[in-house]
């Protein structure tokens, strides 16, 4: 059994002349990274947000993690409260503000398969 789920996100990037280039920053999870380029950049993001993710789920941290960092599971069929949107809107607003010129969609793919299968997958690259 494969279940495919997606993370998606907001990204922010803008110039830095102290990193001679471009930083790019994930306000959800409150991480960072660079590139020489506005587009190097945005790939590094989303590169370490996947990184970050698929460790937490490797260390079966994700959970505490992301509850931390504010999300709680919400069924597919209830509605988000207009406050909720509200907040994150403030909140990316208000780093605009510093400087992040722009803003980005991070779509982070995470692959669960069953733990049968992974050993098999294991016990096959031995």
Same mark, same amino acid.
């Given at each position: 059994?494969?279940?495919?789920? @997606? +993370? ?5 990037? =803008? ?16 991480? #960072? ?6 587009? /190097? ?8 947000? @996947?990184? #970050?993710? $698929? @460790?937490?789920?490797? %260390? %079966? ?15 597919? *069929? ?7 949107? $509200?907040? /994150? #809107?403030? +909140? +990316? $607003? =208000?780093? =605009? /503000?510093? *400087?992040?010129?722009?803003?980005? /969609? +991070? $779509?982070?793919?995470? *692959? ?7 050993? *098999? ?6």
């Amino acid at each position: 059994m494969k279940i495919k789920m @997606t +993370i998606s996100l907001k990204g922010l990037v =803008r110039p830095d002349d102290v990193a001679e280039g471009f930083v790019s920053y994930c306000p959800s999870l409150n991480v #960072y990274s660079h590139g020489h380029t506005e587009q /190097d950049a945005i790939a590094c993001i989303e590169k370490t947000v @996947t990184l #970050y993710l $698929e @460790t937490c789920l490797q %260390r %079966r941290i994700l959970e505490s993690v992301l509850e931390k960092a504010g999300f709680v599971a919400v069924p597919s *069929n209830a509605p988000v409260p207009v406050s909720e949107l $509200e907040q /994150d #809107y403030i +909140i +990316i $607003e =208000r780093l =605009r /503000d510093k *400087n992040y010129d722009k803003t980005f /969609d +991070i $779509e982070v793919p995470i *692959n669960l398969i069953a733990q049968e299968q992974a050993a *098999n997958l294991s016990q096959s690259a031995a």
